[in-house]
């Protein structure tokens, strides 16, 4: 066990992940950061270090179940818990009517977003339960609902939400995980990209200034 705070960022190489692990690692965290694209990772190290922090970088896939299963069995081996579990992993869908959704695609994404969320929820509860006071897991979800044409990725993250509200409300009543959702702004990433080529991005929010409002809204700083 450590007295520093360890903090698992699932989708942590881009986007707002990346920004979530910065934010956390410039809090005081030990940032586990989990994506499959190691370049990606690195280069949030080099951000992570030159501010002073500090990470541990596990370029992984989070569909591959043992992968899983030897990652938080690493972490307990070494930490003994995890105080913070941050989700922003997502298999982003293209554009497609729903009588024409690309199968591949389809199983890819419910392999990322739907089976290896339940998966992870079943391998990171007992490590945030071991943290002093319970740690805490918090989903980001996603405003857009009912969008024509993301109808197969509306069903994905209605999928995570509900694994995370039945979690949160059984939570409710053992209070040794604490379960958040967060709805960020919407920000520059490349998965919005995906659903608003073209858009002027002027007007978004920045992906580092929604990851502290996370942390402060969340009471996880």
Not at 152 to 169: E, I, M, N, P, V
Not at 196 to 207: H, M, Q, W
């Amino acid at each position: 066990m450590t007295d520093q705070k360890i903090a698992l960022v699932t989708g942590a190489s881009r986007g707002f992940g990346a920004a979530v692990a910065e934010e956390l690692a410039a809090r005081g965290y030990h940032v586990i950061a989990v994506a499959r694209t190691q370049g990606g990772l690195e280069e949030l190290d080099d951000r992570i270090t030159a501010a002073g922090g500090t990470a541990t970088l596990a370029p992984m896939d989070i569909a591959e179940t043992e992968a899983m299963r030897q990652l938080c069995r690493g972490i307990y081996d070494r930490w003994g818990k995890l105080d913070l579990w941050v989700h922003t992993a997502i298999q982003t869908m293209p554009f497609s009517p729903a009588e024409q959704t690309d199968l591949t695609y389809w199983e890819k994404a419910v392999s990322v977003n739907v089976h290896a969320t339940g998966i992870l929820i079943n391998f990171v509860a007992p490590l945030l339960r071991a943290a002093a006071g319970g740690g805490h897991a918090v989903f980001i979800d996603d405003a857009m609902k009912d969008t024509p044409f993301l109808g197969t990725y509306s069903a994905c993250k209605a999928a995570q939400r509900a694994l995370f509200a039945g979690w949160q409300a059984e939570q409710e009543r053992l209070q040794d995980v604490h379960v958040h959702s967060f709805v960020p702004a919407p920000m520059p990433t490349a998965h919005r990209n995906r659903f608003y080529p073209g858009e002027d991005t002027s007007t978004l929010a920045r992906p580092r200034d929604e990851a502290g409002r996370m942390v402060d809204t969340l009471s996880l700083g």
